[in-house]
């Protein structure tokens, strides 16, 4: 019964975190003290759920209790301020003195707009760097624990959690307001508010760690903050592009598992199963996109090749050139071995395994990619097409032995032993 209730508080706290932090943020305007006070909130949730029962509303109860939290560490600070002035006064002078009521100012009004947005855009301020942006807000909005977080950015867990710490002091010592800029602001401030969207969308799409391989609950928040951001900036191309690459990903999602939860690769999915509305608003974002004109950017890039996936009716009828061109200009514009991996894998569709092994060799060699489970996983596939079971075995293994995700090693692991039985 513990387990059963540890478990839903587990999911609760996925689901409800950012909102929580975010909405406390907007209250007491520092970051670092809002996490505290959800984890406080939190903690009694662990104390009393067990005993007491689940609550009817979970998400209610972790907001009040975090609130109450505020309110007593606020009337602390002001009745420390208090004692200070007093000190060295004619104590029969003194009047009685009240502690303000500090609900007004952490009541429910929310007269700014969204306090997820505001939560991204203090996160993603100009007095941090990328790096810190990003892993931050990861922590803050996606709910990533610190080791998922290394994970996900291919770096030393100590590196990632000083990282985020110093980002938080960062903030406070600047404080930095908790708001969406405006003008020119807003659009100085959206490439890395957009990475930030993007990081999270695909830690929904493919989660890095846990027993589930997706994780809908982040890719639903992140389409809902690029929808916001693409009402805030319409005519921004990239904001477009990202929207259009999140809205036809997202309809993928109900094919990519089968009944029981286990994955089911792009070229193995139904693709009756996919949401043709949600294919349309990714179509409709593109196109309004590649009319704002100039070169397209990263994110309209991968929308582009989302929508020749989205197009073919069939995996034979995936215009794979077009993806491998695609992919080219891609490289072009991030210099990144993942799309250099993903463009290598658009070549062994198009050209065939052989030409594509030899470019998956080289990433090997280069080393960048050495703790990347799909490096491994895509040379697996490529050997096991040429009938090099054995070695294809053996990789499969490898990429199984790297990644945190239950779904995706059971997965690996399930071709590693498909490969050792041809």
């Given amino acids: 019964m513990a387990r059963d209730v540890h478990g839903a508080i587990d999911t609760v706290w996925r689901m409800e975190s950012a909102r929580l932090i ?17 984890q406080d909130a939190l903690v009694a949730a662990l104390e009393h759920w067990p005993r007491d029962g689940i609550p009817d509303n979970p998400g209610a109860w972790l907001m009040t209790t975090a609130r109450n939290r505020a309110l007593d560490r606020l009337r602390q600070a002001t009745l420390h ?24 100012s952490l009541d429910d009004a929310d007269d700014i707009g969204d306090d997820l947005l505001r939560l991204v855009f203090a996160a993603c301020h100009p007095v941090l760097s990328r790096e810190a942006q990003v892993a931050l807000t990861l922590k803050l909005l996606a709910g990533m624990s610190t080791p998922e977080i290394a994970r996900a950015f291919l770096q030393p ?15 406070g010592d600047a404080r930095v307001p908790f708001e969406v800029p405006r003008g020119d602001a807003l659009h100085d401030r959206l490439a890395a508010v957009l990475e930030v969207v993007y990081l999270i969308f695909n830690e929904g799409y493919s989660a890095t760690a846990g027993d589930d391989w997706t994780r809908p609950a982040l890719c639903d928040e992140a389409l809902r903050l690029g929808r916001v951001l693409a009402q805030l900036s319409p005519t921004t191309a990239e904001v477009l592009g990202l929207l259009a690459l999140m809205e036809i990903q997202a309809s993928r999602m109900r094919a990519r598992l089968d009944g029981e939860g286990k994955p089911i ?76 991996l993903n463009r290598a894998v658009a070549v062994s569709m198009a050209t065939g395994p052989a030409a594509a092994l030899l470019l998956v060799d080289g990433l090997v060699t280069d080393g960048h990619l050495a703790r990347y489970h799909l490096l491994h996983a895509a040379r697996g596939d490529l050997l096991a097409r040429l009938q090099r079971h054995d070695e294809a075995r053996l990789e499969f293994e490898r990429a199984a032995a790297m990644t945190a995700n239950e779904r995706e090693k059971a997965l690996l692991l399930e071709r590693a032993r498909g490969a050792a039985g041809r």
Avoid: N
């Fill in 22 to 38: 975010g909405a406390l943020a907007r209250r007491v305007r520092d970051v670092g003290l809002a996490e505290e006070l959800a």
């Fill in 81 to 104: 301020r208090q004692k200070q002035e007093e000190l060295g006064a004619d104590a029969d002078a003194r009047g009685d003195h009240v502690v303000p009521d500090f609900s007004d």
């Fill in 157 to 171: 867990e100590a590196t990632i959690a000083q990282r985020i710490v110093r980002a938080k002091r960062t903030l």
């Fill in 265 to 340: 690769l792009l070229m193995a999915q139904d693709r009756s199963r996919w949401d043709p509305l949600l294919i349309g608003r990714g179509l409709a974002a593109l196109a309004r996109a590649q009319q704002q004109g100039g070169e397209p950017g990263p994110y309209q890039l991968q929308a582009a090749i989302a929508a020749c996936h989205a197009r073919a009716r069939t995996p034979e009828a995936t215009d794979w050139p077009r993806i491998v061109a695609l992919y080219g200009e891609l490289m072009q514009c991030t210099s990144s071995p993942v799309v250099e």
